[in-house]
């Protein structure tokens, strides 16, 4: 818990830009996550995010973090999807002393139709082979989806 305290404090020290960071803290029984994403660009093609995220799960005793780089945009014919693509690098370790560093691309969504009144979907899908996996993992995939308010 005192990772989890310490990331906090210094993720609100640092300086955001005013157009669409976004600072997320997600927790259950077992696990808290904290996600940080920062604009880099946009123009009438999409946008380009960086940014990282730390989990921590007490139950598996296990430490992942991420650095992301993402490309978004938003199709014309379906207000309120975005679609998006991008390279995430994962390092961690796991309750069994089995470290995992991989890079892999991923795919998502999000769906947040202005009807809905602030209620979104969202899904993404990343994928590391093999080739593109070090220490104790054999390659990684990762599933999330997500709704949110």
């Given amino acids: 818990m005192k990772r989890i305290t310490g990331l906090i404090v210094c993720l609100m020290l640092v300086p955001f830009s005013a157009q669409a960071t976004k600072l997320a803290l997600d927790f259950n029984n077992e696990s808290a996550e904290i996600r940080l994403d920062v604009p880099l660009t ?29 490309f978004f945009g938003e199709p014309g014919a379906v207000p309120g999807l975005e679609v998006g693509a991008g390279f995430i690098g994962y390092v961690g370790e796991t309750q069994d002393i089995l470290d995992f560093r991989n890079i892999g691309i991923g795919v998502m969504a999000s ?3 202005g009807q809905l009144q602030g209620l979104g979907f969202s899904a993404r899908v990343v994928y590391s082979p093999d080739i593109f996996s070090w220490g104790d993992s054999d390659g990684l995939t990762e599933f999330n989806t997500r709704v949110s308010y």
Avoid at 42 to 70: P, Q
């Fill in 42 to 70: 946009a123009d009438e093609f999409g946008r380009s995010v960086i940014g990282g995220r730390y989990l921590y799960n007490e139950d598996e005793d296990t430490d992942m973090g991420t650095a992301e780089f993402k």
């Fill in 111 to 113: 769906y947040a139709p």
